[in-house]
């Protein structure tokens, strides 16, 4: 894995909270608010967004909005085939990290 | 449904590229919603700082993202700001605090200045809705009612307005519903002006063409305050009938919250013109309308001067020499006299504003001057002029946005002040007798903001643009070790602005001044007559009951006066009881009058005011007479005709002869009045609020002021809307209670509106002049603080730079004294320009300002001395301590500290 390809902590939660929603701006915000109760700006939401973007994890296309944005339309970003790649080695590299470790949670719950 | 807050919107709208703005936008929205169903506030709190975060976010597309930051040496030079002000608390404290006073005042002026004057009504093109008047420019009248017959004419001829409306003040007792009968004020009012206005009703419908007609059936719409007030906000009153002046009326609608066009209506009626029973050139009526298209009031003008002329040669009896008088409308209701007042209030708060940067200039100066070794090293490790200048500047934005902060806080302040005392009856005397109009709104919203923010941009500049540029400029900074050097300049700059604050300040202490002066003359004025303990109300007589204007229903209304006062003696709380038409204070109607025996030709119009009373008015009020008798039990109906007359009556018109015996007749020449003996001479009472009666007066008894001919209204209209005064026992309480009940046991269908002490009556009436110099009494208090703080960090600072020189010239045996001395000399030469400038300043401010001024004449010589020695006081205080300090260096210490 090159480094450039590295993905930063806030990268991968965007990434997964991008997959696990709707995709857009304001699913991804919900979600990430649901799941670690950290209430992050969706400006940063879009500056992270854009740069997965530009190192291809994500793709994104406009979709005429429901709903009550003020007319306004959405970006929905989709994960790449590149993008779920990075997640799963980031999430096998992790695994492989943890195997046999006394306090890993996951292990204590089996 | 909730809205993010507009001013972060736009600040993304501004910050975000083009590229991802609609989509965040959409999603900041759609969040916001969602939060905003559980809190609109905390959701409008979230919504901010996403809007703030997306400042700071290295937005896509940005300039600075590959760096990553937007503008990064524009934040560093806020935290460097920031920095720098933290090392220096009591000095930024002392600068903010300047600053947040200077910006709240202004804040405050402004928003008044908005609220009441600018902002206009709360319609579509405001602007564009013009008021007519009709003028006798020959005989000098230029306010004059139009006439309904010239309206119609009007109307038809004229191309330069959709169309013209009108209407006509009208008084409605409201009774045969729930609540207590009750009269209202409000308008008889053309069905055309609502579509003028571009104003529906809330509820219900407005008057149709065929409401118009003197015949149908008779509707009213309701203002937003009386729904609610008196039928509880209940939505099916459209269609219910109630009882107006006795005529069974259907509601038809309720006009939206914040209408009262044209004033501060409470109903509106159609209006009904029976052209069968006008005559031309007869009645009054108010005409408004609407410039059509893109025509312009210039325009407008001459085409009414062509339709006016028209109709002089048309009707040469009723016509000849009347013209149309077109104005604005918002400015025909706010009056100049008001606007103008404002509009000094709001430069009296610049000039406070100024003096305010005039410190905070000196303030940054000085420190910056204090810094010169950090500038000079930085300047020599590459810093430019320019990114010198900027972190200088920066450093005044930060204080200024800080001030502005503050400046909100003052200001908020301000305003609910003004909004607390200016919205009483009676503060204000406007044109058309009101005291406030209905879209007068004084708050600090969007506008005002804008302002206080301009403001404080403007301080930031204005203080700190002369002493950046300055400071950048001196080259030779690191020769700095010799203070002197550096600051030759800099001390040439300080003494200029402090000379500039000695003069704004001392315009505004002359003004201060004179205001002080007249709210103490405010406070202090005897009225002449007694105030405490007295309690007044006005009644109001059904026609129904009581009859209309015609005479011959007046002896109805007597009896109902008789009755009533027996009721009020019988009340052991209740000293003495009068009904009179007017109370002090009320401007009493004129009449015509002639003098028996004094030779004056029936060609020579003078007249008089009239006040029609019981005989008890002058117990009540406790005036006694200064020469002859009061009105006494003999004076009634039946007894013969008598009158009072004040003293500038007897002295204007019966001097050289015996007042008490003299005859005098009131009305026009042919009426059948009958000659009057006067009986006794009584002082002047006010007329006007604040203001001694120095115009001719009357006084006849009530029961005698029928009048055989029913022009002479005085006795009509004194009884038909009675004044009930009564004195009270000292401690008496529920004082209105024992009025209302005394009415309801007379007759249970005559309402009593407000009942008022005659202290509170005579308060209000002079608020004005308290309201006004209250800020004015402000202003100049702030000035003289400011500018003495000024004078003495700048003296201070003098002192400091000179700290050398001065130990040199001690160590050579100049004595503590002559030091002294030198300083203070070129204080009092600052002082003494400074002064002089500031009261002739003064003199043009304060011509301004008679309107607000009570019983001091605006070239009264005292007070403009008074002010000055006040200014030259205080800024010899501020002197003597640098000077005093600067007379104690020692020697040794000075020098060493070259």
């Known amino acids: 894995m090159t480094k450039g390809a590295h993905l930063g902590e806030f990268e991968e939660i965007v990434l997964l909270a991008a997959a696990r929603s709707d995709g857009y701006g304001s699913a991804i915000h919900g979600e990430i608010l649901a799941t670690t109760t950290r209430d992050v700006s969706i400006p940063s939401v879009y500056v992270t967004l854009t740069r997965l973007e530009k190192k291809g994890l994500v793709e994104s296309s406009v979709a005429i909005s429901g709903g009550d944005r003020g007319g306004r339309p959405m970006k929905v970003f989709t994960v790449t085939e590149a993008g779920v790649r990075q997640l799963q080695a980031s999430r096998m590299l992790k695994a492989r990290l943890w195997e046999g470790l006394e306090f890993d949670p996951l292990a204590a719950e089996e | 449904m909730v809205r993010p807050p507009p001013l972060a919107v736009r600040l993304l709208e501004w910050r975000v590229p083009e590229q991802v703005r609609t989509y965040l936008l959409g999603d900041l929205e759609e969040t916001f919603r969602s939060k905003a169903n559980e809190s609109p506030i905390r959701a409008s709190l979230w ?21 990553g930051g937007p503008n990064p040496g524009l934040l560093r030079d806020t935290r460097h700001a920031i920095r720098a002000l933290k090392r220096h608390p009591t000095q930024s404290l002392a600068a903010v605090l300047t600053l947040g006073l200077g910006v709240g005042v202004v804040g405050t002026a402004f928003s008044i200045l908005w609220g009441t004057v600018l902002a206009g009504l709360p319609f579509e093109d405001p602007d564009r809705l013009v008021h007519f008047e009709r003028a006798a420019l020959e005989d000098g009248r230029n306010s004059l009612a139009v006439t309904p017959h010239d309206y119609v004419a009007w109307s038809d001829a004229q191309r330069s307005f959709e169309a013209l409306g009108a209407y006509v003040e009208a008084t409605a007792l409201m009774s045969n519903d729930q609540a207590p009968p009750d009269r209202y004020v409000g308008v008889r009012m053309s069905a055309s002006s609502f579509e003028l206005l571009r104003v529906q009703p809330a509820l219900g419908r407005g008057f149709s063409q065929e409401d118009e007609s003197p015949g149908a059936p008779q509707v009213i719409l309701l203002s937003d305050r009386l729904w609610r007030s008196r039928f509880a906000a209940d939505a099916g009153v459209v269609g219910r009938t109630v009882d107006i002046n006795g005529l069974p009326t259907t509601v038809v609608g309720v006009m939206p919250e914040r209408f009262g066009f044209p004033i501060a209506e409470e109903f509106w009626l159609p209006l009904r013109l029976d052209f069968s029973t006008i005559e031309r050139g007869s009645g009054r009526l108010d005409v408004f309308g609407r410039l059509a298209g893109d025509q312009e009031l210039a325009s407008a003008h001459d085409e009414f001067s062509r339709i006016t002329g028209a109709l002089a040669e048309a009707y040469p009896e009723t016509n000849r020499g009347i013209t149309a008088q077109l104005r604005s409308f918002s400015d025909e209701y706010v009056g100049d006299e008001f606007a103008n007042t404002v509009y000094r209030l709001v430069a009296g708060a610049l000039l406070v504003l100024l003096i305010c940067c005039a410190n905070v200039a000196n303030l940054l100066l000085i420190r910056g001057v204090r810094r010169r070794r950090e500038l000079a090293v930085r300047m020599s490790l590459g810093a430019t002029h320019g990114l010198i200048v900027r972190q200088l500047l920066t450093e005044s934005f930060v204080l200024a946005a800080l001030g502005g902060l503050i400046g909100i806080g003052v200001a908020s302040l301000g305003v609910s002040w003004f909004n607390r005392v200016g919205t009483q009856a009676g503060v204000f005397d406007l044109p058309h007798g009101s005291d406030s109009l209905f879209w007068w709104d004084v708050s600090l919203d969007g506008p005002v903001m804008l302002a206080v923010l301009a403001a404080a941009a403007l301080t930031a500049v204005l203080a700190g643009a002369a002493p950046s540029m300055r400071i950048a400029r001196s080259t030779h900074l690191l020769r700095g070790g010799r203070a002197g050097n550096a600051l030759a300049g800099g001390g040439r700059v300080t003494s200029a602005l402090v000379v500039v604050q000695l003069t704004l300040t001392g315009a505004l202490t002359v003004a201060a001044a004179f205001v002080a002066k007249s709210v103490w003359n405010v406070a202090g004025a005897d009225a002449g007559f007694a105030t405490e303990a007295v309690v007044v109300t006005r009644v109001d ?55 028996d025996g004094d030779g004056v030709g029936p060609d020579v119009e003078r007249e008089v005011g009239v006040v029609s009373v019981t005989a008890s008015y002058f117990d009540v009020f406790g005036v006694d007479p200064t020469d002859g ?28 002869r015996s007042a008490v015996g003299s005859r005098v007749r009131l009305g026009p020449i ?28 009357v006084y006849v008894p009530l029961e005698q002021s029928a009048g055989t001919d029913p022009t002479l209204t005085l006795g009509v209209l004194g009884l038909r809307y009675p004044t009930v005064a009564v004195q009270l026992c000292p401690g008496s309480v529920n004082v209105s209670d024992v009025l209302r009940a005394a009415v309801y046991r007379v007759d249970g269908a005559v309402p009593v509106r407000r009942v008022q002490t005659m202290s509170d009556f005579v308060g209000q009436r002079m608020g004005r002049y308290q309201v006004w110099g ?16 000024g004078v003495y960090g700048v003296l201070s600072f003098g002192v400091l730079t000179r700290t050398g020189e001065i130990g040199v010239r001690r160590a050579l045996g100049a004595s503590q004294g002559s030091v002294q001395r030198e300083i203070l000399r070129g204080a009092v030469r600052q002082l003494g320009i400074g002064i002089a400038a500031g009261v002739a300043l003064g003199v043009v401010l304060v011509r301004g300002l008679t309107s607000v001024l009570y019983g001091v004449e605006t070239n009264d010589i005292s007070v403009f001395v008074g002010a000055a020695l006040l ?14 300090r600067a007379a104690r260096i020692d020697p040794l210490e000075a020098i060493r500290t070259e």
Do not use: K, M
Not at chain 2, 629 to 656: C, I, K, M, Q, W
Not at chain 2, 774 to 789: G, N
């Open chain 2, 47 to 67: 919504y901010w700082r996403q809007a703030l975060s997306a400042l700071f976010a290295p937005l896509p597309g940005t300039v600075g993202v590959e760096r």
């Open chain 2, 541 to 595: 007589l059904p026609v129904g009951r009581y009859g209309g204007n015609g005479s011959g229903d007046h002896s109805a209304r007597l009896r109902f006066v008789s009755v009533l006062l027996d009721e009020l003696d019988a009340d052991p709380a209740v000293v003495a009881a009068a009904v009179t038409s007017d109370v002090p204070t009320d401007l009493p109607i004129t009449q015509d009058f002639r003098i």
């Open chain 2, 629 to 656: 008798r009061v009105f006494g039990p003999g004076d009634g109906e039946g007894g013969a005709p008598v009158t009072l007359v004040n003293e500038t009556f007897a002295r204007l018109y019966l001097s050289g």
């Open chain 2, 670 to 697: 042919d009426s059948g009045e009958p000659w009057r003996t006067v009986v006794g001479v009584v002082p002047d009472l006010w007329a006007r609020p604040g203001e001694p009666l120095r115009e001719a007066g």
């Open chain 2, 774 to 789: 209250r800020f004015y009494l402000c202003f100049s208090a702030l000035a003289l603080l400011l500018v003495a703080v």
């Open chain 2, 871 to 884: 200014l030259g006081t205080v800024g010899l205080l501020a002197s003597w301590l640098p000077a005093r």
